[in-house]
């Protein structure tokens, strides 16, 4: 770390830099504010995609023995061939978001199937588009609680490291500036007083010279 210079200049660049921390500091933190209700928000969206998919989970056993009765072939029936995934900007960050999913659905005969099949893909369709969602919800969630934490550091840094600091400086560099004017009026007036002596000793000696 390099040394305080304690001088005006010195002290000039301590203020301008006090100057600065102290106006960039609450956009800052306006934007961690902002950061954590974004983040917030996505924890709870990504909560509710959970609870979601739990709740869909408890019913799958039912499902399950309904298809293990039925002696359907249903391999193939379904597949994604496509996911949409955008990059949108949140309080000045990159975010993913989900997009369109496509589907291809395999042709089957309406007679030669269940009643129940149309149900199941339109469910298996829900269900796979939400796993999607609930995934790009938690990286959603990682950058922007990242993002949160970079910003909170940096004004962690202005508040507890940076201004502190410069107020220190300028009080060292104003304690030594006041202390060096102190010193330079007491000699002025040690010279001066010496000066008068010395003075007054030539004028004596001068008096003296001229009475004898």
Known sequence: MARLALNKSSLKKQRDQL???????????????????????????????????????ERMPELLDLLGSAEVPLAGLLRVTGVE?????????????????????????LLAKPFWVDHLVDGSKSLAELRLRREVQQRRTHVLADALRKVTQRVN???????????DNIRKINIFLA?????AV???KIAKAKTVARRADQQDDSLSAQAI
């Open 19 to 57: 100057k600065t921390y102290k106006k960039f500091l609450p956009s800052l933190d306006l934007k961690r504010q902002q950061l954590m209700i974004e983040w917030r928000s996505s924890q709870r969206e990504l909560e509710r995609l959970d609870s979601e998919l739990s709740r869909i989970g």
């Open 85 to 109: 995934i955008k990059e949108i900007n949140v309080v000045g960050v990159r975010v993913p978001e989900l997009g369109k999913v496509s589907f291809v659905v395999a042709d089957y005969s």
């Open 179 to 183: 202390d060096s004017q102190r010193v």
């Open 186 to 188: 007491v000699r002025s």
């Open 157 to 167: 840094l202005f508040e507890k490291v940076l201004i502190p600091q410069a107020q």
